[in-house]
């Protein structure tokens, strides 16, 4: 499933976009004009909860593996809003936190991927790879 979002979904309440899915869950954007939540459903739910983070940055794009969710949002330089890349490991993951990236100005995130100890995100215009662990 490539990095990115699908199109906005509505029938009769939030609207949805999916931003990920895969073999260990699905990674899921509602909008109900008056929030926003990103939902992480996992495949396997005899290992893990579903998940809530509330979307503050209109993310685009979203990756997940057994380690966590990492989701980004694309930089919006009218406003001044950069890019950010966001980690929300799953629960009981030892020494695990919450973090947050806000990128350098003028760069932008084109794709983003997680593994079990890593973060990628793919950034232009000038073509880095940003790696982080999942510790930040």
């Excluded at 499933?1 to 260990?24: D, I, M, Y």
């Excluded at 939540?37 to 979307?55: L, P, Q, S």
């Excluded at 997940?64 to 980690?87: C, K, T, Y």
């Amino acid at each position: 499933f490539c990095p990115a979002s699908t199109t906005e979904v509505s029938e009769k309440g939030p609207k949805r976009r999916v931003l990920a899915w895969n073999r260990v869950g699905r990674v899921t954007c509602l909008d109900d004009r008056s929030e926003s939540i990103v939902e992480v459903d996992f495949a396997d739910v005899t290992m893990h909860r579903k998940m809530r983070v509330t979307d503050l940055y209109a993310y685009t794009m979203g990756a997940l593996s057994e380690a966590g969710v990492v989701l980004s949002a694309s930089a919006i330089p009218d406003q001044g809003m950069r890019a950010v890349v966001h980690f929300k490991p799953v629960a009981g993951l030892v020494g695990g936190a919450e973090w947050q990236d806000t990128l350098e100005t003028g760069d932008d995130v084109a794709g983003i991927a997680v593994g079990d100890d890593w973060i990628a995100a793919v950034c232009h215009p000038y073509l880095f790879l940003r790696v982080w662990s999942v510790n930040g």
